[in-house]
């Protein structure tokens, strides 16, 4: 074998440990991670360069021996080495733990950490090893942004709290509009009952309560029109009183008023609510009735009127003479012009009427005829 080629080999053994030193002395130098080696009393032993620099070192020798107690402030340092004891006690690695590196100057940074048991051959721990890698901006950031969340929260809650406050307003408001509302409409209530009231005093009759002249013909004309509308049949009386005159002679006006009181009634039973009964004055009364069966309203007035005059307490019989007019809604729509049917009539039954007492003074009775118009 050649000389040159037995040099070449007997040196490659050397050449290989020259290139590991190389090796770990350029990582140390160069590596941007800080890397630390420390024996069982946590000294550095090794550490990279830009753990040196981070110290404060431009050299790395410079800090061999050294602890944290001599880098740090107490808080870190004791901090620091308790974790490094414990893992030498148990043999359990710490992993990206972020550690907040406090410094007798009063600054503060973090760092991303991870320590390890460093062992032999023989698996005895001789030490610990570290990579720490600085994160202080990305903590700043991280604070930066709890910060701007806290303040963004408290504006929300700022602001939730004026919300709820105005909806609260907003909701004191309404219910005082609504008292308000409530006020007004139990006024209006009350003008429009006093309307009612004027409006009824207008168009009724004081003694009987019945409509007067004014309000049947208010309220019979819509009917009568409604009627024509619909096609629907109706009726109209003319309802007089018989003998008012005497009984008020013999037995007062009082009585009289009573006899008037009992004819209301009296067509107030006969007829439903929907009909318009009225006293048009005097001893006359009306009645729009919404039916054209008149010989069934003439079977209800007789029989109610015999049922009166039975009645104990009556110094006299109580009679009257009526004419109903059944119309005709496509042609009869003139409230004046049907009364005046109807009371012609009544004149026509009370003059048979009379003509019947003539003939039976001693006997008087009720007597209602119909004719159809």
């Not at 090794?46 to 944290?68: M, N």
């Not at 024509?228 to 006006?253: C, M, W």
């Not at 012609?344 to 009427?353: P, S």
Request: proline share 3%.
């Amino acid at each position: 074998m050649p000389k040159k080629t037995q040099l070449a080999q007997a040196s490659e053994p050397a050449a290989l440990q020259h290139t590991t030193e190389d090796l770990l002395r350029a990582f140390l130098e160069h590596v941007p991670a800080r890397v630390y080696f420390k024996d069982l009393q946590s000294r550095f032993v090794l550490l990279s360069q830009s753990q040196a620099e981070q110290f404060g070192f431009s050299d790395p020798e410079q800090v061999i021996g050294k602890t944290d107690f001599d880098i740090f402030s107490e808080e870190h340092a004791k901090q620091a080495f308790a974790d490094e004891q414990e893992i030498i006690r148990t043999g359990v690695a710490i992993v990206d733990k972020e550690e907040k590196e406090t410094w007798p100057d009063g600054r503060d940074t973090w760092a991303l950490t991870t320590k390890l048991p460093l062992k032999n051959n023989a698996g005895r721990i001789l030490g610990t090893m570290g990579i720490s890698q600085d994160i202080t901006e990305r903590r700043r950031a991280e604070l930066e942004l709890e910060q701007y969340r806290d303040g963004l929260e408290k504006l929300v809650t700022k602001r939730t709290t004026e919300l709820v406050q105005l909806n609260l307003q907003l909701e004191r408001d309404i219910a005082a509009r609504r008292v308000a509302e409530h006020a007004l409409a139990e006024k209006a209530a009350e003008l429009a009952r006093s309307n009612q009231i004027l409006e009824n005093i207008s168009l009724t009759d004081d003694l009987t309560g019945l409509y007067n002249r004014k309000g049947f013909l208010a309220l019979s004309t819509h009917r009568v029109k409604l009627a024509s509308r619909n096609q629907e049949p109706f009726s109209v009386a003319f309802v007089d009183l018989d003998g008012l005159k005497q009984i008020n002679d013999t037995y007062g006006h009082l009585e009289g008023d009573r006899a008037l009181k009992d004819t209301a009634d009296l067509l107030r039973e006969c007829f439903r609510e929907s009909d318009i009964i009225a006293r048009l004055g005097g001893d006359e009364f009306a009645v729009f009735i919404a039916e054209a069966d008149q010989a069934e309203i003439v079977r209800r007035i007789q029989e109610k009127l015999i049922e009166i005059n039975r009645a104990a307490g009556r110094s006299y019989p109580l009679s009257f003479s009526m004419g109903i007019v059944a119309s005709d809604p496509s042609h009869d729509s003139d409230m004046e012009i049907l009364l005046k049917r109807a009371d012609g009539l009544m004149y026509e039954e009370k003059r048979k009427a009379r003509s019947v007492r003539q003939r039976m003074p001693r006997k008087r009775a009720s007597k209602t005829r119909v004719r159809q118009s």
